[in-house]
């Protein structure tokens, strides 16, 4: 019977290890993007910068315009 619970246990673990790696594959498959692949430090830079507060918070149209056009 131990053997038997061994047996199961190994090849639910076996499983779960197929599972993950398909489920992997087919992530990599259809997070493709068509434009190409990001590097990894402007990845690792901008998930940073979203980390971080704002460093100004536009209240409307106008001050958005003003800010980028720097007036």
Known sequence: MATSISTKTSSVKQLQREVELLRSFV?????????GEYRP?????????????????????????????GK
Do not use: C, M
């Not at 992530?27 to 434009?35: A, C, F, H, S």
């Open 27 to 35: 992530i990599g498959q259809t997070g493709r993007d068509p434009e």
């Open 41 to 69: 430090e402007f990845v690792k830079k901008i998930l940073k910068a979203a980390q971080e507060p704002p460093a100004y918070e536009f209240t409307d149209a106008d001050s958005f315009l003003k800010h980028i056009r």
